[in-house]
């Protein structure tokens, strides 16, 4: 028969029906056609025939089918699938089978018109584990849920090595969980909880209660946790930073996510790395750094390029003598030269004594040129013989002069697109990049956002002597939704412009630049527009300021309609729930105050 695929379920073969007597596992399948879906239990040992035919035990009633498709079968706790010969195949994943396939949870087996999911999860009448994509999207909507409330949630990772027994494990991490709480295992020796409504120390707690039950099953376990919005705003960003917490922490403890940063001292500047990408790159720029390679560090501007070039010297032999750096963007055409290779005396008008070069200044050291990019070609000619012959002449001057220095370079440009565009020299790009790296942008490392954020903070405090500030969790969380286009630069100037504009010891997103707070502009009281202004006819309020006064006016309407609960207010604007609770704070609403509107 053809046209749209028909789910018809028999049960000629076995009983499947679950009894107290199951396995611990409950393994099924959710059956999808275009119309209709199911699910279907699995035998703890057993089979399932898949087909067309009217005695198939899974019927697919389409012509994309074979008669006797394939078979699912299920032994000794694990469930695999066995094409059988069919015309249209078979497909795991996307991916056609031959012969048999054995199946994990979350498995998608396509047949025909229709679609297999497997499921496979623990049968408990409290706390079960989910799979890692599930527990994924149930973390994501528990971070959505503590932003809109206010409350903690904490995500935990726990290390537990190597394990003979990984269900008995699993079973009485189980045991000592709340029922809200989301269990997943993360790979085959973590696992992944999510702690609603904790945070801080009560997570904590949580955390090493789940130590404590398996300790007899896995002595050598160890845990980390990163708690919203202090450690990280996304689910991506909390499991990172969970996960690198446990590497470090000591059997029958929990570390902390705000702990695993890394510090360097690189002469009078402190680079802080928590970024796991970031924390492998300058460990190859340590690397890089004890041969003698002409370095290439690309990223985006403001992403610390200054800082690993900075490294590349202060990691090298070279450390002893200078860092000359040059800002090629910053000179005009006619002075790269003369601040390159120097002048003698009479080379111009204006060359009254002779002048070292930068090249020449930082014999036996390093040249950091930023901005390589920017570099005129005359230059870049120039610049290339000198690095060959390792010999350079001063402008005006007829004697060569021997420099023995190493260059390490930054752009935040396509230098290979400049080449084809006959913008920069090829075999310049070449002699640059005998080694290169690139550096992401704080968008793609958002674990260091809060860790940078408080370094910052604790500096500008400790520069103008005044005490500490902190950061509220609203203004951490407009911190994590910002995308940093200026990257670190711009989040160090976000810092010092909140620490000069506070009062009070704690930031809110108020005192952030308006750009991060996604505000329009600061906040101001309410203008009293009762009396008229007869004198002043061609005099207009600014529309900023008036718009300023609808929006709040309808915000204590919508939550008089909604009876003070911000989430239904803010749904009935058509306003995102996290801008709707800034802007509460911005205009000095509370749910009380709308209900007093009326």
């Given amino acids: 028969m053809s046209g749209p695929a028909r789910l018809l379920s028999t049960t000629q073969t076995f009983d499947i029906q ?91 087996v396509t047949i025909g018109d229709a679609t297999l999911i497997l499921r496979r ?50 079973q009485k ?49 160890r845990g980390g946790l990163a708690c919203f919005p202090f450690d990280g705003g996304d689910t991506e960003t909390l499991l990172s930073g969970a996960r690198s917490a446990a590497s470090i922490a000591v059997p029958g403890a929990i570390g902390a996510a705000s702990e695993t940063a890394i510090r360097y001292v690189i002469g009078e500047r402190a680079i802080v790395l928590a970024d796991s990408a970031m924390i492998r790159l300058f460990d190859l720029i340590r690397r890089l750094a004890a041969s003698d390679l002409p370095v ?55 060359a009254r004594a002779p002048k070292a070069g930068l090249l020449e200044r930082a014999h036996g050291g390093s040249v950091f040129l930023d901005e390589v990019g920017e570099l005129p070609l005359g230059a870049q000619a120039k610049l290339l013989r000198a690095l060959e012959a390792k010999r350079i002449t001063r402008l005006g001057g007829v004697h060569e002069r021997e420099v023995d220095i190493r260059i390490v370079a930054a752009t935040n440009r396509d230098l290979e697109a400049e080449v084809r565009a006959g913008r920069f020299r090829q075999d310049l790009l ?37 005490p500490a500030l902190d950061l509220s969790e609203a203004a951490l969380a407009a911190l994590f939704a910002h995308p940093f286009p200026g990257n670190v630069r711009e989040l160090k100037n976000a810092m010092e412009y909140a620490a000069a504009t506070t009062d009070g010891p704690v930031i809110e997103p108020w005192s952030l630049p308006e750009r991060i707070a996604g505000l329009d502009d600061p906040p101001r009281p309410a203008a009293d527009t009762s009396a008229p202004r007869a004198a002043e006819p061609h005099r207009f309020r600014p529309l900023a300021e008036e718009l300023r006064d609808i929006e709040r ?34 205009y000095g609403l509370s749910a009380r105050e709308g209900k007093r509107s009326s």
Wanted: proline letters at 5%.
């Fill in 121 to 170: 999860e623990p049968r408990s009448s409290g706390t079960t584990l989910i799979d890692m994509g599930r527990l994924r999207r149930r973390v994501e909507e528990e971070i959505e849920r503590a932003a809109d409330s206010g409350r903690p949630f904490g995500l935990a990772v726990i290390s537990i090595g190597s394990v003979r027994d990984r269900a008995a494990l699993a």
């Fill in 553 to 586: 006016t309808r915000m204590r309407q919508a939550l008089d309609a909604a009876d003070g609960v911000q989430k239904r207010a803010a749904v009935l604007l058509g306003m995102p729930v996290r801008t709707f609770t800034f802007k509460l704070k911005q």
């Fill in 430 to 466: 070449f002699r640059l990049s005998a080694a290169a790296v690139e550096l992401p942008p704080l968008r793609n490392r958002r674990r260091e956002i809060p860790i940078l954020a408080r370094m910052f903070l604790a500096e500008v405090c400790a520069r103008t002597g005044r």
């Fill in 296 to 350: 290439l560090v690309l990223g985006e501007t403001g992403a610390g390029k200054e800082n690993a070039a900075a490294a590349v010297h202060h990691w090298s032999l070279r450390a002893p003598k200078p860092l000359i750096t040059l800002n090629c963007a910053a000179l005009p055409e006619t002075l790269v030269e003369s601040e390159l290779f120097g002048y003698e005396r009479g080379a111009f008008s204006e």
């Fill in 173 to 221: 991490a189980l045991s000592s969980l709340r029922l809200v709480d989301i269990v997943a295992w993360d790979g085959a020796s973590h696992l992944a909880i999510g702690f609603p409504e904790l945070g801080g120390e009560a997570a904590r707690s949580a955390a090493l209660r789940v130590l404590e039950v398996i300790a007899p099953l896995a002595l050598e376990a």
């Fill in 18 to 108: 679950e009894s107290p007597d199951s396995p611990e596992i409950c393994s099924y399948v959710l059956i999808i056609g275009p119309f209709s879906s199911y699910r279907r239990a699995l035998p703890h040992e057993g089979m399932l025939i898949v087909g067309r035919n009217d005695e198939a035990d899974v019927r697919i009633d389409t012509a994309a089918v074979s008669r006797r498709h394939a078979k699912l079968i299920a032994s000794g706790g694990e469930i695999g699938i066995t094409d059988l010969g069919s015309h249209n195949g078979t497909l795991v994943n996307g991916e056609r089978i031959k012969g048999s396939r054995t199946l994990a949870s979350g498995d998608v």
